[in-house]
């Protein structure tokens, strides 16, 4: 079934340890992202990319990194994990400009982080 | 982007149709209306959008006023399974980089 996979579905973490969430997605998009979402409230956006080999920053960057060596993945790194970083993570994938448009998202489901 | 304003919450009886109202009063002539929804803890997912016709697909249809200052999104035949928040997002369709989802629209489907 295309779509979007996220890893691990969730995780408690110690503070200062290192974290890699994966994301893959089947469906070819050009588009991806990451979002989190604290408890009861709105997506914010961390990083993008609009195409493979090229990331940009979203609202809220900072503590995490990510790359995108090819189309279909886009893991986001956490350094060194803090408790403020507690939440969900969300990736998404778009077909981008050349397929359609970039807001068209489709949405993983997920994954619950805690630092502790 | 353009602000929205959506009704913090809304009920709806099962089998009837939901609309779901949207306020964006500074919408800009290239900014699109986007609709999404998040069943509770799932991820989001896209419904539709529009930039000044009405549109319908196999989820719903969007009705966005001539002047494009206000929209309204309608479930045609409401079920259980549509109980979710719905986000009305306002934006450009080639600045994908940052989709805004403010508070929503808290649609509860009642037996």
């Known amino acids: 079934i295309a779509g979007i996979t996220q890893a691990p579905t969730s995780q408690i973490l110690a503070a200062g340890r290192r974290m890699t969430l994966r994301c893959t997605q089947d469906m070819r998009h050009n588009a991806m992202y990451w979002y989190r979402q604290d408890l009861g409230l709105g997506l914010r956006l961390i990083h993008y990319?609009?195409?493979?080999?090229?990331?940009g920053k979203g609202e809220v960057p900072d503590g995490y990194s990510v790359s995108r060596a090819n189309t279909d993945d886009f893991p986001l790194t956490l350094a060194s994990a803090v408790p403020s970083q507690t939440s969900v993570y969300f990736c998404?994938?778009?077909?981008?400009?050349?397929?359609?448009?970039?807001?068209?998202?489709?949405f993983g489901p997920g994954t619950r982080l805690t630092v502790l | 982007d353009a602000k929205t304003t959506q009704p913090p919450s809304m009920d709806c009886a099962e089998g009837r149709a939901a609309n779901l109202p949207c306020n964006h009063s500074?919408?800009?002539?290239?900014?699109?209306v986007y609709w999404y929804r998040q069943i509770h803890s799932q991820g989001p997912q896209y419904i539709i959008h529009g930039l000044k016709n009405n549109e319908t697909n196999e989820m719903a249809s969007l009705i966005i006023t001539e002047d494009r200052k206000s929209s309204t999104l309608i479930l045609p035949h409401a079920t259980l399974r549509d109980t979710a928040v719905y986000y009305c997002?306002?934006?450009?369709?080639?600045?994908?980089?940052?989709?805004?989802f403010g508070g929503g629209t808290r649609l509860m489907v009642k037996p």
């Open positions: 990319s609009n195409t493979a080999g090229t990331t």
């Open positions: 998404a994938s778009s077909p981008g400009l050349a397929g359609g448009g970039y807001n068209e998202q489709f």
């Open positions: 500074t919408i800009s002539g290239n900014e699109y």
């Open positions: 997002i306002v934006t450009r369709r080639d600045a994908g980089n940052m989709l805004t």
